[in-house]
Nanobody, 117 residues
Framework: VQLQASGGGSVQAGGSLRLSCTVPSSILRFPAVGWYRRTPGKQRVLIAAIMLGGTANYGDSVQGRFTISRDNSKNTVYLQMDMLKPEDTAVYYC????????????WGPGTLVTVSS
């Protein structure tokens, strides 16, 4: 199993998408697994993370609209995105999150989300 995000697409503002990410077992053992996104010309930003015990944390920009979840039996992490806005347009990635907040290592392919107004 390798890091692989999927489920992106084009949607109108106010719509919803559900992203999935297959995660190697080694990364599932990290303190948390997170969803990151990158817009053109900017660095990747952590927007949501779920801890080993299931506690979830969100960035201010997605709080109340996005929901992260994990199914360790399927090596999969999900990101339910509701009330999408044009500013959510980005390439989305998943990765492990270290205790210092840095990503666990190399990146897999992301998935593009485009939100039109």
């Amino acid at each position: 199993v390798q890091l692989q995000a999927s489920g992106g697409g084009s949607v109108q503002a106010g719509g919803s998408l559900r992203l999935s990410c297959t995660v190697p077992s080694s990364i599932l053992r990290f303190p948390a697994v997170g969803w990151y996104r990158r817009t053109p010309g900017k660095q990747r930003v952590l927007i949501a993370a779920i801890m080993l015990g299931g506690t979830a944390n969100y960035g201010d920009s997605v709080q109340g609209r996005f929901t992260i979840s994990r199914d360790n039996s399927k090596n999969t992490v999900y990101l339910q995105m509701d009330m999408l806005k044009p500013e959510d347009t980005a390439v989305y990635y998943c990765n492990g999150v270290r205790t210092n907040g840095l990503p666990s290592g190399s990146w897999g392919p992301g998935t593009l989300v485009t939100v039109s107004s």
